[in-house]
């Protein structure tokens, strides 16, 4: 599935539904999971659900389940010339964003 042409909606559920194959395949409970990852139950089945879950509470289950070197890869930033390495390396002193400018 190409993820670029999905909606917001359709990547929850297909990430959801791979997050209960892989607790399946691993012939885990969604109770076994919870307490390895330090979270209640109902988070387990609320993030399988697709519904709302802290993103702290996904990357404890994502580890339980193995999964924490797809998490390595979220983020990443792309350097594929030397100007992007520059324009990353300076980016990484604090900033303020630039507000729009009311010229009126």
Same mark, same amino acid.
């Given at each position: ?40 139950? #109902? ?10 879950? %802290? ?5 404890r289950i994502a580890m339980v389940l193995g999964r924490h070197h797809d998490l390595e890869q979220l983020f990443q930033p792309k350097l594929e %010339? ?8 300076? %980016? ?9 400018? #009311?010229?009126?």
């Open positions: 599935m190409d993820l670029r042409l999905s909606k917001p909606s359709e990547i929850v559920r297909l990430l959801c539904e791979r997050l209960r194959k892989e607790r399946l395949t691993r012939h885990m409970t969604q109770a076994e999971v919870a307490g390895r990852a330090g979270v209640g139950v #109902n988070t387990v089945s609320n993030l399988e659900a697709g519904r709302n879950v %802290s993103f702290e509470s996904v990357v %010339s030397l100007d992007d390495i520059l324009r990353y390396e300076s %980016s990484s002193q604090r900033h303020r964003a630039r507000g729009k400018r #009311n010229d009126a």
